[in-house]
């Protein structure tokens, strides 16, 4: 099986930076896709920021500039550093990856992540 952990998230005020981290562990062969997802509450879960396994990164306007998603592909790894936070980023972050496994056959899924509380205060 495999299990995305995620870290980082917290309370800070406007104007703020914080960093998500998001670790894949498990039987994993490869993994293509990362990307960071929030919910704020009442609203539906958006796309924040999206990488690929080559790198290509895709963002939502809301965050550009201010967002910056990268990965460690040795370490199973993605990053969100987000800088100039706004209350308006308050939700709860979830990282996705698209991971093939090796679990006696191979396989490709569609992970997510418990998710991580980011409260912005204004």
């Known amino acids: 099986q495999v299990q995305l952990v995620e870290s980082g998230g917290g309370l800070v005020q406007a104007g703020g930076s914080l960093r998500l981290s998001c670790a894949a562990r498990?039987?994993?062969?490869?993994?293509?896709?990362m990307g960071w997802y929030r919910q704020a509450p009442g609203k539906q879960r958006e796309l924040v920021a999206n990488?690929?396994?080559?790198?290509?990164?895709d963002y939502a306007d809301s965050v550009k500039g201010r967002f910056t998603i990268s990965r460690d592909n040795a370490k199973n790894t993605v990053y969100l550093q987000m800088n100039s936070l706004k209350p308006e980023d308050t939700g709860v972050y979830y990282c996705?990856?698209?991971?093939?496994?090796?679990?006696?056959?191979?396989?490709?899924?569609?992970?997510w992540g418990q998710g991580t509380q980011v409260t912005v205060s204004s």
């Open positions: 990488i690929t396994g080559g790198g290509t990164t």
């Open positions: 498990g039987s994993i062969l490869s993994i293509n896709a």
């Open positions: 996705n990856a698209d991971i093939w496994v090796d679990v006696g056959v191979i396989r490709g899924g569609d992970y």
